[in-house]
Nanobody
Framework: QVQLVESGGGSVQAGGSLRLSCAAS????????MGWFRQAPGKEREGVAA????????YYADSVEGRFTISQDNAKKTLYLQMNSLKPEDTAMYYC???????????????????WGQGTQVTVSS
């Protein structure tokens, strides 16, 4: 049974930084992709960043490229999302997800991910 537990969300002012963590249990690193997604009220869930856990290849949404960094600690089975230069439009519930595909054609598509965490709230004030 794969379990994903996010932490690190909070409230910050625009321009600030946060680091999200996702602790994974029951998931075998190196066999698929993990990603961060977000969903704001009234909006669809969107992909933010993804990483192929074996090769380490990363993917980012255009809206966060250059500001967010996804990384992994295989030994700790933990996924991270470093978020810098935060903007009010980054406000959302952030979810960690894991999927079985080593390199999906659409790494930021939520439908490609099988396991989801419960989410952590990020609020950015102007």
């Amino acid at each position: 049974q794969v379990q994903l537990v996010e932490s690190g969300g909070g409230s910050v002012q625009a321009g600030g930084s946060l680091r999200l963590s996702c602790a994974a249990s029951g998931y075998t690193y190196g066999t698929g992709c993990m990603g961060w997604f977000r969903q704001a009220p009234g909006k669809e869930r969107e992909g933010v960043a993804a990483i192929v856990t074996g090769a380490g290849s990363t993917y980012y949404a255009d809206s966060v490229e250059g500001r967010f960094t996804i990384s992994q600690d295989n030994a700790k089975k933990t996924l991270y999302l470093q978020m810098n230069s935060l903007k009010p439009e980054d406000t959302a519930m952030y979810y960690c997800a894991a999927g079985p595909y080593p390199s999906p054609l659409a790494p930021l598509l939520p439908a490609n991910y099988q396991y989801w965490g419960q989410g952590t709230q990020v609020t950015v004030s102007s």
